[in-house]
């Protein structure tokens, strides 16, 4: 199968820090076809030979000695094209035009690494010069959409010319290893499938904690915040793989259908709940990494009356048979003590110990599953200490199911995404239905905060939020795992 790939934005961000390296890695181990062409489209003024070099010295800082390989890359060089176009004005789109028809029978994929803004706008150009085809592809980078209003018009400017089955919704979580081994562990292990629900489960906890700041990006994360950055997407995405039902197989709709029941039964958040089940809050100045950091207001381009979140916890609860009664803990911040992701199955105590109480060691099972930084899944068991001791003593033991250290490279998540949409398989994608569905429920809690005016609370740059999300769970007799 022939194919083009076309980066649109290829001079922003995203593209020379992830698109570019993933394609590079995709052609090192053999997964790219011999003749494939990488477009680069984007309005800054450069030839070819010069945006290669611009991506020779961002591979220099992103990629390790032991990825680079001075002859793969020449090879790389030899894939791109460059073209030098700006994505508002129709006319420039004659370029590109004329490169893709010299192969008009090739697969095209779209990738618009853009703002959702310019999403309808490049779809429309490419349809002015014919150049969507049967087998062409389109991929939306998140956030679609500021709203659910919002993500309407984005989502219909998009389907005037392409068709659902071609569009992939891109959200990086999915493609992660530990994110993706959620499934293997539930469904093909007999061990947790029987005790996967409220009967067993006491509790999930989920956590994407980030140590850093903005890193100049204020602007953009002042109009979007925690709540539309991280939760109504990564946290939701990662939500639904938890919990949901079993999917039939794993193509795309069946996956995607199980995810959607699980949107649609998220309890809404609103009223007297609001202050109950959520914590908004916004970093202060304070010491991370052992430096003294700005707040949020005080950061380059801030804004001393924005009311951003830059902190939520929320707790969550499923309204359906598995799920009723076991609630469901969000966490995610900027500066926060450390960098890390991960998942917690708190399972309930047994009924009724037999052990004594004085000076042992007690504690729930927990499967935790960390996606960031060591990859891995671990479960804690209770188990006798060791020796002669006075009367039967527990103590907490951790089963190490992490990977070997010597195992081979794991690929990076958007290595993962653009080989399956090179193979048009949707099944690590977003459908339009359950980005709907989650903007339906993220937005009750936007709009409730705006309606009854709840404010983001302090908290200092180097901690773990406000005391607020702590009071959060504690409000339920538990707390969150450290």
Not at 252 to 269: A, F, N, Q, T, Y
Not at 361 to 378: F, Q, T, Y
Request: glycine content about 6%; charged content about 25%; proline content about 4%.
């Amino acid at each position: 199968m022939a194919y083009d790939v076309i980066i649109f934005g290829a001079h922003g961000d995203l593209a020379l820090r992830k698109l570019m390296p993933a394609l590079y890695h995709l052609l090192q181990h053999g997964h790219l076809d011999d003749d494939v062409r990488i477009i680069a489209v984007a309005r800054d003024k450069l030839n070819t030979l010069e945006y290669c070099e611009v991506i020779s010295q961002r591979f220099q800082k992103y990629l390790s000695d032991d990825d680079f390989d001075d002859n793969i890359f020449n090879l790389f060089k030899e894939k791109l094209h460059y073209l030098n176009i700006n994505l508002t004005v129709a006319d420039d789109y004659k370029s590109l035009s004329t490169l893709l028809n010299i192969y008009p029978d090739r697969d095209r994929i779209n990738y618009l690494s853009t703002a959702p803004s310019l999403f309808g706008t490049i779809c429309k150009n490419l349809n002015t010069y014919n150049l969507i085809t049967k087998n062409s592809r389109v991929v939306l980078e998140k956030p679609i959409g500021h709203s659910l209003e919002t993500s309407l018009v984005i989502n219909n400017e998009v389907a005037i010319y392409f068709k659902e089955s071609s569009i992939f919704r891109i959200d990086h979580y999915l493609g992660k290893d530990t994110v993706q081994n959620i499934l293997a562990l539930r469904f093909s292990n007999m061990l947790f499938t029987p005790i996967w629900n409220a009967q067993y489960i006491d509790n999930i906890q989920i956590t994407v904690a980030e140590s850093v700041g903005l890193e100049g990006r204020w602007s953009y994360y002042n109009d979007y915040g925690a709540m539309r950055d991280m939760v109504q997407n990564h946290l939701l995405q990662v939500l639904c793989l938890v919990t949901m039902e079993p999917p039939y197989s794993l193509d795309g709709d069946s996956l995607r259908d199980e995810k959607l029941k699980v949107l649609r039964s998220l309890r809404p958040i609103e009223g007297e709940d609001l202050s109950l089940r959520t914590v908004r809050g916004q970093y202060t100045s304070g010491v991370s990494g052992q430096e003294a950091v700005a707040g949020f207001l005080e950061e380059d381009g801030g804004n001393v009356n924005s009311e951003t979140e830059t902190f939520v916890a929320i707790r969550a609860d499923i309204d359906n048979w598995r799920w009723k009664g076991v609630p469901i803990y969000l966490r995610t911040g900027k500066r926060m003590s450390k960098k890390y992701s991960e998942i917690v199955i708190d399972f309930k105590d047994v009924p009724h110990s037999i052990f004594p109480r004085g000076g042992a060691c007690i504690d729930s099972n927990k499967l935790v599953i960390r996606l960031h930084p060591d990859e891995g899944i671990s479960l804690f068991i209770m188990n006798k200490v060791p020796g002669l001791n006075e009367g039967m003593r527990l103590q907490k033991v951790e089963l190490d199911l992490t990977i070997a250290e010597d195992a081979p490279r794991s690929p990076d998540a958007y290595e993962h995404l653009l080989l399956d949409v090179i193979k048009n398989n949707l099944t690590l994608f977003m459908r339009r239905d359950e980005v709907e569905a989650a903007w339906t429920w993220a937005d009750k809690i936007l709009d409730g905060w705006n309606e009854k005016g709840i404010k983001a609370k302090p908290y200092k740059a180097g901690t773990d939020g406000p005391a607020a999300a702590f009071a959060l769970i504690e409000r339920d007799g538990r707390s969150w795992y450290e």
